[in-house]
């Protein structure tokens, strides 16, 4: 009677497998897939829309997606790749793309990928380490310096272009014309209260402008003499007197100071020009960074996708990249949130950014002056390194004491990590 | 002299009071207003006042941007069934540990004592590595399967939280605290420990009871770094996760208020519920130190 009941079950659960199988057969294979959750409902709305027509496209793959906040991605992608829980698909912002590769969460691009989908991008697009490419994305963001024209001509200030940004001194001097004017208690916004990320893609460019940088990207391994030299010095001194001089807000207690009137030059990044444009209209002027010495140099790379060593089907998963780099797929994307596209062919298809477009000149910059944050695994301990020296040099600490002990901190890492791959 | 005296220490207990309540009156008066009005009354009473342009526009946001109704009802799922478990296991283990003779019991309290220094934060890791090797049994297209594992799940964010070595503690003081006379007079009446359990220790117990309830339901409703670790998907992400949407590139305090307003409401209804018991049951357990 005993081994009747358990050749029943036996039956039971080879007919219920049987089943599953063959109905997985005739199903198409699943590739999950995460990207960061904003509050930015057409960006979500976009991927939602590409992924469906992804899975309308062929019968091959299917796309299952899940949204995960975006203030807690990073620390939900590391736990699931400790758990051995990675999904196929999966985006990333661009800076810490080399430490996923490092730590082997990610597969190489290279071969995986259409070359044409690859080679389409424009260099900020693509997230490398060791010079392979780990991911790709469909837009990007640009600094610029944001003003008015009646501030212009009021204050008799040049109009910088792209061929012929402000330099410092310009800079400097049309600080002290709008300071000494009464009008503006704090003449430039710089949203030094944003905490995070911000401080290296908005400030590390004007290091980079100076002739400095966070570290030697001969090497990714030495910081000594490349942060802390004398271009690095004067960027620090020239940082410290922004706020020692009053020209910004040491801390502010909001970010609408342009907005509101209240500053009259805003740097920041192409994401706020629908609001600038909305608050301003024809009176908005886009301006480019100014040039320190070494050329203007803006952040470059936003949140990718790469694919998970761990994915079951990376062929699945390359095909999915692939359909979002095609040129409508990225247009759909900036079309929907006014981000820069990642290819010249998908700019074309959009109006803001086709040669002649209104915003054309985000384009512009991203693709002449975009400097990629150091593609190392160590770029977190960086990133975390260089706000705190930059915070302690605005808050009036020794330049040149700070940046001695941020290339301390740093150098110290990668050598209690054994170079991070770099020797 | 004595008005003095007393009226000094009205307005130091008013001081203390403020300093108290301002974060929660600014939260929920900013959830109501525009994100301009927020920083402009920023340093004045307005701030936590209900004046100027008030608006239910961030709650709307807050409804359009996420699926704040599924969060919350997964955040009462795992409050509900961690704190009703909760309280069955962890008082039985203090009844075993308060009122009964076995081998072994000094061992196993002072475990339970030895495990209160160990913070979540420090086990966290190994816990996830350990629920990512246990499967669940689920059912898939007609049929019983095994699943991959515990993650992205309700019933990680319950199972792991169920035993509190605290609320152990907690109990197994209140429990030692009443007379043994009640248990031997039961057992002479022919009561099993069980029935003794139920039907002396429970009842008397209730101050002790609603503290560990209180305490278990903040702790479960302000999960935070467990679901960030081992839920990904929206199905069985509770609310405190869920706030992480609304800080981005552009971050809008008013929606972030308007969302944190809704998440503590609960936490203040469960409080002022069973303020009197939480309280009698402080006192209580500071009488009998």
Known sequence: MKIMKVSLLSCAIMTTLTLDVSSAMAAPSEVKLWRHETSN????????????????????????????????YTQTVTAAALAGDLPCVLDMDQPVVP?????????????????????????????????????????????????????LEKYNLRQATFEQPWTKAELLDALAKLKASGEYQYPLAMRTGWT?????????????????????????VKSEGVLNGEAGLAWGA??????????????????????????????????????????????????PVPDFGGGPVIGGGSWQWGIAKSCSNPEGAAAFVDFMLQPEEIAAMSVATGMIPSSPEAAELTDHYQVGGDWRYFYD????????????????????????????????????????????????????NKGYGFN | MKHLRKL????????????????????????????????????????????????????RQVFEKSDVLLYFRNSILITSATVILGLF??????????????????????????????????????????????????????????????LNSLEVQILPFVANSFFIFLFYQFFRDIPKDFDEAAELDGATPFQIYRHIIVPMSGPVFATVAI???????????????????????????????????????????????????????????????????????????
Do not use: C
């Open chain 1, 41 to 72: 409902i057409k960006e979500i709305e976009v991927s939602k829309a590409t992924i469906e027509r992804f899975n309308q496209s062929q019968a091959k793959w299917h796309i299952t997606a899940e949204m995960i906040p975006e203030g807690s």
């Open chain 1, 365 to 416: 910059f991203t693709a002449a002056f975009a400097e990629l944050r150091p593609a190392t695994p160590a770029y977190p301990i960086i990133s975390s390194t260089f706000e705190k020296m930059a915070r302690n040099i605005k808050d009036g600490a020794n330049v040149q004491d700070a940046l001695d002990e941020a290339v301390d901190t740093i150098e110290r890492n990668i050598s209690d």
């Open chain 2, 8 to 59: 000094g220490a009205y307005l130091f207990l008013l001081l203390i009071g403020y300093v108290f309540l301002f974060p929660l009156l600014f939260m929920i008066m900013s959830s109501f207003k525009p994100e301009q009005v927020i920083f402009a009354d920023l340093y004045s009473i307005r701030a936590i006042l209900p004046v100027g342009d008030l608006t239910l526009d961030n709650y």
């Open chain 1, 238 to 287: 020239f940082f410290q007197s922004l706020f020692n001089n009053e020209y910004v807000d040491r801390n502010p207690s909001d970010d609408k100071g342009f907005v509101q009137g209240r500053a009259a030059l805003d740097y920041v990044g192409s994401w706020e020009m629908a609001n600038h444009s909305k608050r301003w209209g024809d009176d908005l002027v886009v301006m």
């Open chain 2, 89 to 150: 296991v962890n008082s039985l283990l203090a009844f075993t540990l308060s009122r009964m003779r076995w081998s072994g019991r000094k061992y196993i309290l002072a475990a339970v004592v030895a495990l209160m220094i160990i913070p979540i934060e420090a086990i966290v890791v190994p816990l996830l590595l350990l629920v990512s090797k246990l499967p669940t049994i689920g059912w898939e297209q007609g049929g019983f399967v095994l699943m991959g594992s515990w």
């Open chain 1, 196 to 220: 995070g990320e911000w401080y290296s893609y908005g400030y590390a460019p004007m290091l980079q402008s100076f002739g400095a940088d966070q570290i030697d990207r001969d090497n990714y």
């Open chain 2, 215 to 289: 305490l278990h339901f903040l702790l479960m409703w302000n999960q935070y770094i467990w679901p960030i670790m081992a839920v990904q998907g929206e199905d069985a992400r509770p609310v405190m996760p869920g706030i992480q949407i609304f800080f981005g590139r552009q971050t809008s305090w008013g929606e972030i208020m308007a969302y944190a307003s809704f998440v503590t409401l609960p936490v203040l209804a469960v409080f002022l519920a069973f303020q009197k018991k939480f309280v009698s049951s402080l006192a209580g357990a500071g009488i009998k130190g």
């Open chain 1, 99 to 151: 430490n996923f590769a490092w730590s082997g969460y990610l597969l190489p691009l290279e071969g995986l990928l259409s070359k044409d989908a690859l080679n389409g991008l424009i260099g900020s697009a693509k997230g490398t380490y060791k010079g392979k490419v780990y991911s790709v994305g469909q837009f990007d963001v640009a600094l610029a310096l944001f003003t008015r024209q009646s501030i």
